[in-house]
């Protein structure tokens, strides 16, 4: 391990983090050139994940929410660092055909039971969270298996997220961040997402996107490099980021032929300049 003497890669010897940098803007001009280019490559060929039995959604204040109910069983839904406090419905008239939804007054959720029966193939209602933020549902009945649907309102994650950054200061909460996605973590007010992307080769090194971590005035990447070439690769010897970002640090000081290692990236949110 071969950490640069630094205060900022002090604070992180205990990640099991190769190598660190901080606060650089530009590419060095060395071999490991390509792998900065591999990054952004990566960054911007983004695919879809596949999809889970949860819905994941992130909606703002007056947001329609498209979402896919069971019939015949019940999908919860839950706001995430928030929770109901009122949904409105229009009644069929037909109590025994509508669906129904519960509230569920502990922790904020709501449970939506659609019967077989129930004559329409869509389901629409507004709810209201504790926050004070109206969202209007718009569903599709498609799913045969109980379900559940989690909701992120952006404006709550990044007003805790901007405190704790503005209180640590840029380098602090880019090494915070970085410990964070190195140790499989999320910092308070970070949203996290897989963010699968095409493997992007240049040279030797392949490099593929695997997370994003989302905050206020940081975003954070994480990132698989393999080595397919016939020689080690010296990533300890890479001491500045690529272009645009804030930080960046390597799983491994040396990457032999055929292995694998992480990296993670800090950027500024709003993508690579």
């Known amino acids: 391990m071969s950490l640069f003497s630094t205060p900022l890669s002090a604070a992180l010897a205990g990640t099991g983090l190769a190598c660190f940098c901080v606060g650089a803007s530009r590419v060095p001009d060395s071999g490991l050139r390509a792998i900065g280019a591999a990054f952004v490559a990566a960054s911007f060929a983004l695919t879809a994940v596949p999809a889970h039995a949860d819905q994941f959604v992130e909606a703002a204040d007056n947001a329609t929410i498209d979402c896919e109910l069971a019939r015949g069983e019940l999908t919860r839904i839950a706001l995430v660092e928030d929770g109901f406090a009122n949904v409105s419905k229009i009644a069929s008239g037909f109590p025994y055909n509508d669906f129904q939804v519960t509230h ?58 901007a405190e704790w950054e503005q209180e640590s200061g840029q380098n602090e909460a880019a090494i915070r961040l970085i410990e964070a996605m190195a140790s499989d973590g999320v910092l308070p007010g970070f949203s996290a997402r897989a963010e699968l992307s ?34 080690p690769i010296a990533l300890g010897e890479e001491r500045e980021a690529p272009a645009g970002a804030l930080a960046f640090a390597y799983g491994r000081d040396t990457l032999p032929p055929g292995e694998a290692t992480s990296a993670f990236l800090v950027f500024s949110t709003g993508g690579l300049e």
């Open 198 to 231: 095409r493997p992007r080769r240049t040279g030797a090194i392949e490099v593929q996107q695997v997370a994003q971590y989302d905050g206020a005035a940081l975003t954070g990447q994480r990132f698989l490099i393999r080595n397919m070439g016939k020689d």
């Open 104 to 161: 569920e007054p502990v922790r904020g959720d709501i449970y939506i039971s659609v019967p077989p029966q129930f004559a329409s193939d869509k389901v629409s209602f507004f709810a209201t969270s504790k926050a004070g933020y109206v969202y209007r549902f718009a569903c599709r009945l498609g799913g045969v298996d109980a379900g559940q649907l989690f909701i992120t309102n952006p404006a709550l994650v990044r007003s805790e997220a």
